[in-house]
């Protein structure tokens, strides 16, 4: 077990549930930057020993996408649309983080009841993925505004990430940067629509564009 990754996946947690209980969409960009930093360290830690080039250029990459493109995207988005918070989400604050708790323990569940792999290099792998997935779809179903939901998908990607990064090291470096740029086309087609948006509704929150089909 990897005391580094233990901490790297503690910190993932904690940014979870910050995004979980916070209405300042900067903020939730930012915390989504340094959840993305923490896993792109992961990929180091998660290797005993010297690393390999392979990890290196993946934590290079993640890195880069993650800790720096993404949240430039996003941010450069919510200065256009010049929105600040997320004024009424579907379930609010204090309920959203109660559900988080709940789903932080049912993860925790999972983990225990699920064999790990002999290469994963800690125990808290598995249930700090599955919170991750149900943080990230949590966000995307209970959340009005377009960006904070763009916001979801990234958590949610970043937990599937989080599930193969304890065994990166036996993936070709290939398939990886292929489903981040995946990742870097969505998030910037979400930033281009999320701006068209605003210019022609003046918002953009999501549910007040169900109008458009009466």
């Excluded at 090291?169 to 292929?178: F, M, N, R």
């Excluded at 910037?188 to 918002?203: C, Q, Y």
């Amino acid at each position: 077990m990897s005391l580094g990754s233990d901490v790297l996946l503690y910190i993932v947690v904690l940014t979870n549930l910050v995004l979980l209980g916070t209405s300042r969409l900067l903020a939730c960009v930012r915390v989504v930057a340094v959840q993305g930093v923490s896993l792109g360290l992961l990929a180091l830690a998660a290797h005993e020993g010297s690393p390999s080039v392979h990890a290196v250029a993946l934590c290079a990459g993640i890195l880069t996408l993650k800790g720096a493109v993404f949240p430039w995207l996003l941010s450069r988005s919510l200065r256009d649309v010049q929105v600040r918070r997320e004024i009424d989400p579907y379930i609010g604050y204090t309920m959203s983080s109660l559900a988080g708790l709940v789903a932080l323990g049912v993860s925790v569940w999972l983990g225990r009841s699920l064999p790990l792999p002999p290469a994963a290099a800690s125990s808290l792998a598995v249930p700090v993925a599955t919170f991750t997935v149900l943080t990230g779809f949590f966000l995307i179903i209970t959340r009005r505004q377009a960006l904070t939901q763009v916001l979801g998908y990234l958590v949610l990607e970043n937990g599937i990430y989080a599930f193969g990064v304890e065994l990166a090291q036996d993936q070709p470096l290939l398939v990886e940067l292929g489903v981040l740029l995946d990742i870097f086309v969505a998030v910037f087609v979400m930033g281009i629509a999320i701006f068209h948006i605003s210019r022609e509704f003046d918002h953009i929150d999501t549910d007040r564009l169900s109008s458009l089909k009466d």
